[in-house]
Structure formats: structure tokens, C-alpha cells
């Protein structure tokens, strides 16, 4: 690990102040995700910034919604008593998250910003585009099972890691940011971006800005919600394919839906094409599986990650069936 200032900040602004005084500093929070990379040398930062004194800590009710602080502990966050009655979806993709001690740890804005755990991105023995762009991207030819299948292109094919990013997706969520330019709002489907010639630009959030809270809108589809984690073990695993749904329903009819996928793309998947199907049509498997082929349209597949076409469908399907009939949430 290479040597580093440290600095704690006292309010949001003077650690606005002090990050933007030097473009290699970074915020520390929880540390769960940006430790590992520093233990790495994947992430070199000359100076660390911590935030964890803010008053950044609380989960109150915002306009008929939520607003939830960046420094809430994801614990916290799954656990609160508002946010599983009212956005049960939220919770369910926390849970299903880490462990239980990184989950005490994590942070909703530690969370909005993790990076890729691609094995090549995380191993500077490779190149990756991600690290140091033009020097290419060894997962295309290699071993691409956990990488991406929506959203690609010739320079990354990495995957976004987070749980709780879906779930905010589908809740329309909104990312309240402070930078030395003033204070400004980024929607959850701006934030993250697709790799295209720029894959070492994970968000749209600046180098000097803080995100100092979330917004969850009030939404009549959001307690009718559900999210299903799909693999390889039953815990401290990362999404092959994750699914997060919302749906009003009318009687056997639905009114309106989200629908946002993890573990097939560099950004939290928003499939609003299967949102078009659903709404408007009959809560019923013949529906569920036309949003299930929207869902994954477009779908460019590598060597080893052709299953995940598949089991994204068949996981969309189950989840719909399962929000429909009013089941918590669950894994595979």
C-alpha cells in the first residue's frame, strides 16, 4: 500500500474543500470497498479524506418518501422499519449483499461507488482499461463467466457489483450530491455509466463532489416489490444475475412496473422496454415472459457467460410470478 495524508473533515463542506484541493485524494467511509483496492495497488490515493464524523446518519421521511444519508450503514439502511414496509425491495438487495460485518460497515455512498470485482481489474499483474486506459481488456478473450452481457463494448465487459445499485434503479432513486459548484441532484439512471471508450469512468459524480444523501420518491408500485439474487453460493457472493421488481396491480391487472437487473452489465440494467409490456397487461406468465425476452434484447454475449441470456429470463420470470403473488424476497 502506498503511503497517504490523512485528514478528517468536520461538515460536508470543508470535506468538499479539502478533496478539491487535490485530485488524488479520495473520501473514506466504511472503507470496504476502497481498502481492498489501496491493499491492491489498484487505487493509489495520495491523501484519504475522512467523512465518517458527518452528520450525514439519518433516514427520514422526505416529501412523501424517503431520504436516506450517505453515511448510513447498509445495516441500517436494510433494517429500517420504513424501508421494509414501504420499499421492501430495498432491504431484500442489502441483505442478500456481503456479510453481515461488511454490511455494518458499508455505506450507501461507499455502496453507489464500488467498483468492478472483474479478477482482471483487480489483479495489476494484467492490463485493464479500467486502470490504465489503452492498454486493453484481457476479460474479452479470457475468462468471462461473471462478466457482462448488456451494454458492452471492445474496451470493458466488467460488471456493476452491487445489490442495493438495483434495487435503487428500480425505485427511480435519486443521488443528492455537494461539490465547490453548488449542490446538485443526479437520477440513479444517470449515475452509473456504460463503459463505451471511457471504462475507467465508473459515475458522472466529479472527483471533488460528496454524495451527501439519496432520495427514494414516493411510488405506489415500490411496496409490491422484490428482489431475487441468483449465485454460485448461498452467501459473500456477487450476482450472476440479480433482479429487482416493483408492480401495482390492479386486481390481475397491472398498472404499472420497474424492473432493473445486476450481475449482466456495467451499470445497474434498467430494462424499461419490459416495464412497456408489463403495463397495462395481465399479471400472467405469458406477460412475464415477453418482458423477460425485452429484458435481455440486444444481449451480446462472451464465451463463457452465454448462460446468463437464460437465466436472466428465466429469473425475471420467477420474480414477476413471485411479486405478483405477494412473496418476500429470496436467493438462489
Same mark, same amino acid.
Given at each position: 500500500?502506498n503511503?497517504?495524508?490523512?485528514?478528517?473533515?468536520?461538515?460536508?463542506?470543508?470535506?468538499?474543500?479539502?478533496?478539491?484541493?487535490?485530485?488524488?485524494?479520495?473520501?473514506?467511509?466504511?472503507?470496504?470497498?476502497?481498502?481492498?483496492?489501496?491493499?491492491?495497488?489498484?487505487?493509489?490515493?495520495?491523501? %484519504? !479524506?475522512?467523512?465518517?464524523? @458527518?452528520?450525514?446518519?439519518?433516514?427520514?421521511k422526505?416529501?412523501?418518501?424517503?431520504?436516506?444519508?450517505?453515511?448510513v450503514?447498509?445495516?441500517?439502511?436494510?433494517?429500517?422499519?420504513?424501508?421494509?414496509?414501504? *420499499?421492501p425491495?430495498?432491504?431484500?438487495?442489502?441483505?442478500?449483499?456481503?456479510?453481515?460485518?461488511?454490511?455494518?460497515?458499508?455505506?450507501?455512498?461507499?455502496?453507489?461507488l464500488?467498483?468492478?470485482?472483474?479478477?482482471?481489474?483487480?489483479?495489476?499483474?494484467?492490463?485493464?482499461?479500467?486502470?490504465?486506459?489503452?492498454?486493453?481488456?484481457?476479460?474479452?478473450?479470457? *475468462?468471462?463467466?461473471?462478466?457482462?452481457?448488456?451494454?458492452?463494448?471492445?474496451?470493458?465487459?466488467?460488471?456493476?457489483?452491487?445489490?442495493?445499485?438495483?434495487?435503487?434503479?428500480?425505485?427511480?432513486?435519486?443521488?443528492?450530491?455537494r461539490?465547490?459548484?453548488?449542490?446538485?441532484?443526479?437520477p440513479?439512471?444517470?449515475?452509473?455509466?456504460?463503459?463505451?471508450?471511457?471504462?475507467?469512468?465508473?459515475?458522472?459524480?466529479q472527483?471533488?463532489?460528496?454524495i !451527501?444523501?439519496?432520495? %427514494?420518491?414516493?411510488?405506489?408500485?415500490?411496496?409490491?416489490?422484490?428482489? @431475487?439474487?441468483?449465485?454460485?453460493?448461498?452467501?459473500?457472493?456477487?450476482?450472476l444475475?440479480?433482479?429487482?421488481?416493483?408492480?401495482e396491480?390492479?386486481?390481475?391487472?397491472?398498472?404499472?412496473?420497474?424492473?432493473?437487473?445486476?450481475?449482466?452489465?456495467?451499470k445497474?440494467?434498467?430494462?424499461?422496454?419490459?416495464?412497456?409490456?408489463l403495463?397495462g397487461?395481465?399479471?400472467n406468465?405469458?406477460?412475464?415472459?415477453?418482458?423477460?425476452?425485452?429484458?435481455?434484447?440486444?444481449?451480446q454475449?462472451?464465451?463463457?457467460?452465454?448462460?446468463?441470456?437464460?437465466?436472466?429470463?428465466?429469473?425475471?420470470?420467477?420474480?414477476?410470478?413471485e411479486?405478483?403473488?405477494?412473496?418476500?424476497?429470496g436467493?438462489?
Open positions: 500500500m503511503p497517504f495524508i490523512y485528514k478528517r473533515a468536520t461538515d460536508p463542506g470543508d470535506a468538499v474543500h479539502e478533496i478539491s484541493g487535490n485530485r488524488n485524494a479520495k473520501f473514506l467511509g466504511g472503507g470496504t470497498n476502497l481498502v481492498d483496492l489501496m491493499k491492491m495497488e489498484v487505487e493509489l490515493p495520495t491523501e %484519504l !479524506v475522512d467523512i465518517t464524523r @458527518l452528520n450525514l446518519k439519518s433516514i427520514e422526505n416529501g412523501g418518501g424517503l431520504r436516506i444519508g450517505a453515511l450503514s447498509n445495516t441500517d439502511l436494510a433494517t429500517n422499519r420504513m424501508v421494509m414496509e414501504n *420499499y425491495v430495498l432491504s431484500q438487495a442489502i441483505l442478500a449483499g456481503a456479510s453481515p460485518q461488511l454490511r455494518n460497515m458499508a455505506t450507501v455512498g461507499g455502496n453507489l464500488q467498483r468492478t470485482r472483474c479478477y482482471y481489474f483487480m489483479d495489476t499483474a494484467f492490463p485493464c482499461n479500467k486502470r490504465v486506459p489503452g492498454s486493453g481488456c484481457p476479460a474479452i478473450p479470457g *475468462y468471462n463467466r461473471i462478466h457482462a452481457i448488456l451494454g458492452t463494448s471492445d474496451k470493458c465487459i466488467a460488471v456493476h457489483p452491487s445489490d442495493m445499485c438495483v434495487a435503487l434503479a428500480a425505485l427511480d432513486a435519486v443521488i443528492n450530491v461539490g465547490p459548484r453548488g449542490d446538485r441532484q443526479i440513479i439512471s444517470d449515475f452509473h455509466r456504460l463503459p463505451g471508450d471511457t471504462p475507467n469512468i465508473d459515475t458522472n459524480l472527483q471533488d463532489e460528496l !451527501v444523501s439519496v432520495d %427514494l420518491p414516493p411510488a405506489p408500485f415500490a411496496k409490491r416489490s422484490r428482489y @431475487l439474487k441468483v449465485r454460485d453460493r448461498a452467501q459473500y457472493a456477487f450476482a444475475v440479480s433482479v429487482a421488481v416493483a408492480l396491480l390492479n386486481g390481475s391487472r397491472i398498472q404499472s412496473a420497474r424492473l432493473a437487473m445486476g450481475g449482466v452489465a456495467h445497474p440494467w434498467r430494462s424499461t422496454d419490459a416495464e412497456k409490456i403495463a397487461a395481465p399479471a406468465r405469458q406477460t412475464f415472459t415477453a418482458a423477460a425476452e425485452a429484458a435481455v434484447k440486444g444481449a454475449p462472451q464465451k463463457y457467460n452465454a448462460f446468463k441470456v437464460e437465466l436472466a429470463k428465466r429469473a425475471i420470470v420467477r420474480v414477476l410470478e411479486t405478483a403473488s405477494g412473496k418476500t424476497g436467493v438462489a
